[in-house]
Structure formats: C-alpha cells, structure tokens
C-alpha cells in the first residue's frame, strides 16, 4: 500500500449517501446534532463526526465540510433513509433545509503526494476517512466518467472497495455497520479522539459522553488483533475465557503488508493490553496489538 500511495491511489466512494443543508441556521442546527464542532469544518477540511441517540448511542457517522452556501454531510448509504429522517424530525423552528443529493452527485477520495496535488487542478476537501491524511472531491454525477479518466490520465491507481477495506482496517478505523451499530457508544469504538468535541456545548448524546469523560472509561475498547488463521474470521467472531465471552472481532483481512490476517473488534474492560493472546469460539489464535497496524503517512 505504501508504495500505491507515493504513486496516488484514489477510491471512488459515489456510493455513499450525500445530504446538503442550506439557510442561516444550518450551523447552529447540526452543532445540537453531531458530536464534533461543525465550527471546525471549512471547503478544504472535513471533519469526522457521530450522530447519536439520548443515550449517547449511535444512529450513524458521517464526514461535514463547508462549501459557500452549503454544509454537506456523507455517510454510509444503508444509512441514507435513517439519517434524513433523523434530521428532518428535529428541524421545527429553524431556518435549514434539507436536500438529498445521493443521486445527484459524486464522490472519490485520493491518497496522493502533496507535490502531486496542484497538477489535479481540482477544489479538494482534505480528510483522514481512513486514517491518512487524504483528500476528498465532490462533483455533480455527469462528471463522474470525465473524473475516472481524469485521475488515470494523472497516473493515480483506482483503488477497488477491497483495497479500501484492507486500508482501512490496517489503520485501525471503525466502519459504522460493521464494526459499529445502534447500541454502539462511539467511546468504546475508538471514536473519541477522531470524532468527539468535549468544549462545543450541548448536542444530543453529549450528556452520557461527558460523563463517560469523567468516570474515565468504558466497558468496552477497541482493539486491533493479530490472527492465526489462513482465512478472515466471520463477522462477530466471539473471543472467550473458558466459554466465557470477553470480545469480539468484526472486520479481518489478510494484510500483504504484514503477510497476514489481522482483525479489529472489542474486549472487555481489563483483557486489552497488547501481547495478551485469546482462543476464539472456533478455536483460533488471536493476539491484542495496538492499532494502527501499520503507520502510513503522506
């Protein structure tokens, strides 16, 4: 991976579900909804953020950034109905609209040199959506095939969704329906530092996050795992201690950079510390090593 890098790799991630708030409460609005500050987002930088329930649970993640008269929010598209509901259920007095405008537009994301970007010409929004520093570009759909050939004519690989899977897991990022779900508090799922402001006031969830903040911990950790298997581990494979459940693995991949598999999941609070090794139900060897995996870096 380190070498597609250094060469430019792009992903084309069209297939997500994009929404665009307008009106002059449009900030104000998603600051009550999202765990980050929105204060932070601009046209070039994008920032990473939660949507939570009253009890500081997950409906969802998505990526925020500005444009001149927008704020746009991308997210997994099995959240594309969810989320518009979500959002439209708490704009009642507010001067914001919302638009889905999944269909209507495109979205890659590149891994590229810094000395290769000024030659794309391109409006590029920078983001670590897989724990990189990377860059994202937005365009109305009829684009899309001018843009493929656009970034093959500039000599940067097309990334396929496996590539994207394994880097991502490498880096040690949380997929919201894979790794993360509805009962799922970002915390446990590594999402604190990426995800969470603690200094940008009231949002919906904040009350259980600040006091997760204060007690200092939580029932869960994320963990990456070194695997003794010859194939990826089906999705929720439980770690046990004598029939005993104290984890979960739920995203595995073979690792060329490593030269073999390695998952992501969860233990229980007091069985994470690196080194320490655990059967799974099927019997399989695993071991507890910090995340990322591997540090790339641009």
């Not at 009642?92 to 290769?116: G, R, Y």
Request: aromatic share 8%; proline share 3%; net charge negative.
């Amino acid at each position: 991976m380190n070498e597609l890098i250094k060469k430019g790799i792009f992903f084309d991630l069209t297939n997500r579900a994009r929404f665009s708030f307008t009106g002059s409460d449009r900030e104000r609005f998603l600051q009550g909804q999202v765990s980050n500050d929105v204060r932070m987002a601009n046209p070039k930088n994008a920032i990473y953020c939660a949507v939570m329930s009253s009890k500081g649970k997950m409906n969802g993640d998505g990526f925020i950034h500005k444009s001149h008269d927008s704020i746009i929010f991308d997210t997994e598209l099995s959240l594309r109905d969810s989320l518009k509901e979500r959002f439209e259920r708490f704009i009642i007095a507010d001067d914001v609209e919302l638009q889905d405008t999944t269909d209507e537009t495109c979205q890659f994301h590149l891994l590229v040199p810094e000395s290769q970007l000024s030659g794309l010409h391109l409006p590029l929004v920078e983001s670590a959506r897989l724990g990189i520093r990377g860059y994202d570009f937005f365009a109305p759909a009829v684009s899309r095939n001018a843009l493929l050939e656009q970034f093959a004519a500039a000599g940067l690989t097309h990334g396929d969704e496996t590539l994207y899977e394994i880097t991502r897991i490498e880096q040690g990022i949380a997929r919201y329906g894979q790794d993360m779900e509805e009962d799922t508090i970002p915390n446990e799922a590594g999402l604190e530092t990426r995800a969470i402001s603690y200094h940008k006031g009231c949002y919906i969830g904040q009350e259980v996050i600040s006091r997760i903040k204060s007690v200092g911990r939580v029932n869960w950790s994320w963990n990456g795992f070194l695997i003794d298997s010859p194939t990826p581990l089906p999705t929720d494979t439980k770690i046990v201690i004598e029939e005993k459940e104290i984890g979960l693995i739920t995203s595995s991949c073979y690792s060329k950079t490593l030269s073999r598999m390695i998952g992501l999941g969860y233990l229980r609070r007091g069985h994470e510390n690196a080194g320490m090794k655990y059967l799974t139900q099927s019997n399989i060897k695993v071991e507890v090593t910090p995340l990322p995996f591997i540090k790339e870096t641009l």
